[in-house]
């Protein structure tokens, strides 16, 4: 059965950072466009960025503060984040690109002060 577990979560005051990392089960992330998403309060899910083999690609809004790497054979990908601010808030979630399966439980981000 295929399953995303997402981690590494938490509260933070702005400009802080976190690492988030996404682990795959059931699944080979080596083959997939892999990305990570979130669900701001009372907002749409979006595609915050993505990795295609070795090659990222970012949302505007954090371009230069967040970086995406993928380790294939851990089937994890990672998210660090830097500067963060509080439009950052919201629940990150993991999966391919386009997404597939299920949807894990998602990490919980909030940047506030």
């Known amino acids: 059965q295929m399953q995303f577990v997402e981690s590494g979560g938490g509260s933070v005051q702005p400009g802080g950072s976190l690492t988030l990392s996404c682990t795959g089960y059931?699944?080979?992330?080596?083959?997939?466009?892999m990305g990570w998403y979130r669900q701001p309060p009372g907002m749409q899910l979006e595609l915050v960025t993505h990795i295609i083999r070795d090659m990222p690609r970012y949302l505007d809004s954090v371009k230069g503060r967040f970086t995406i790497s993928r380790d294939n054979t851990k089937n994890s990908i990672y998210l660090q984040m830097n500067s963060l601010k509080s439009e950052d808030t919201g629940v990150y979630f993991c999966?391919?690109?386009?997404?597939?399966?299920?949807w894990g439980q998602g990490t919980q981000v909030t940047v506030s002060s």
């Open positions: 059931g699944i080979d992330f080596s083959r997939l466009v």
């Open positions: 999966n391919a690109v386009p997404a597939i399966g299920d």
